[in-house]
DNA sequence: ATTGCCATGTAAGGGGTTACATGATTAT
DNA sequence: ATAATCATGTAACCCCTTACATGGCAAT
């Protein structure tokens, strides 16, 4: 595990829940936390048989449900070590890429109208979002208080991450729509340069 | 042009701003959109040369500052209606990767101070770039107002969008952490299963 | 009959980062 | 002298996605 690919460990992570095959795996992350991570079968299986190899897991084959037999996975006592020290090191810190966003910052180059389209449809997607977390979000609270010595408070820490980032990207997009609508017509230029000023140094 | 790379795009948006070598391009970046945007010297240099290669951009040489001399590009109209075209296209959702809710999400693992721990660092960095926000957020208000046929009510946008996302960040760390604090020993085991249920299906 | 889901993999390809090579000039 | 900044590029590497191959079982 010298790599810096984290699919192993969201893997470990994963058979701390319970036991679970590849297809498992991809199917449990889908269901829980799509919305900030994702991983593809050519990541998954490939890193199942190299974690096997590592003793940090250990497989065995199992009936499927139908079709073909299934090869379940489980965490061994060295793979919780090793999701442990991973899980207490520090985060790095990553430039997400929101395209969304570029596309708006450049927007002054189509006029008003395009951006205020980007902005619905992501008014639209994030609205689904919204709907989602919020009817986890009942069934996890009580969770988390039923059993605050669970997974309940995490999961539900995150969910609600979820929640409020979703609720404000509705806002940030109402405001931003209602800027954009005051506009007047494309193509007005304004003279050369003057990038924003930068106040200090990026570091993170 | 048929790559699926941001890059070539994100270059011709910053030569409508003004034309720029490669290391402008890049210091442009990276003292305005660096927060959820970034492109390497690996993109950026072979990128500028197969734009000029289509026609897109047009370099000639100048003297630098100091050090040997710079290429600089201008975009031409060949660049901008490329630019508009991909303006206008609605932009892929793409399954954004947070280290830092992986972690949390599995936080139960190791217990809450690991956690808190992650989520104070991520505070202080939050409350860091809020800061470096707000300072360009009066002179841009003002600018787009005083021009509002120009590109200040974009960057304006976006850059709100980095107000409201910081600090709704900084009210989950808070939200979260209070939560976490309330938690007893790490290890406790809760039973098997039990994934957070599914309402509906995901698209995007 | 055909579609859809379960289930596991491989191969290719690509976008992107990091490190390295090079070197002149200015500030300390 | 030395470090920092300006400035352009190349090469290696790697993570990740996509597409493909395979195939049995259940439901329409």
């Known amino acids: 595990m010298t790599t810096t690919s984290r699919t192993p460990y969201t893997i470990l992570g994963c058979l701390t829940v319970e036991p679970m095959s590849g297809y498992d795996v991809k199917q449990f992350l889908e269901r829980s936390v799509v919305h900030f991570w994702s991983e593809s079968y050519g990541q998954i299986y490939p890193a199942l048989q190299q974690l096997e190899e590592e003793g ?24 919780r070590e090793e ?3 991973w ?11 929101y395209e969304h966003s570029l596309k708006l910052f450049f927007g002054y180059n189509v006029g008003p ?20 977390y919020r009817a986890w979000e009942e069934e996890l609270e009580e ?3 039923r059993e ?3 997974r309940a408070p995490y999961w539900l820490a995150v969910l609600r991450g979820g929640v409020l980032y979703s609720e404000m990207v509705l806002e940030w997009c109402d405001e931003s729509a209602s ?6 017509e494309p193509g007005a230029d304004d ?9 200090g140094e990026s570091d993170t």
Chains 1, 2 share one sequence.
Request: hydrophobic residues 30%.
């Open 56 to 79: 940090l897991v250990e497989g065995r084959d199992e009936p499927g449900a139908r079709g073909r037999t299934k090869r379940v996975y489980e965490i061994t006592e060295a793979g």
């Open 113 to 132: 109208e395009a951006s205020l389209e980007h902005l619905e449809r992501l008014r639209r997607r994030t609205e689904r979002d919204l709907a989602r």
């Open 83 to 85: 999701l442990r020290a």
């Open 179 to 184: 800027r954009l609508r005051d506009l007047g």
């Open 148 to 150: 605050p010595a669970s």
């Open 191 to 199: 003279g050369p340069a003057q990038a924003p000023p930068t106040p």
């Open 143 to 145: 969770r988390a208080e």
């Open 87 to 97: 899980l207490e090191e520090p985060a790095e810190p990553v430039t997400p890429r």
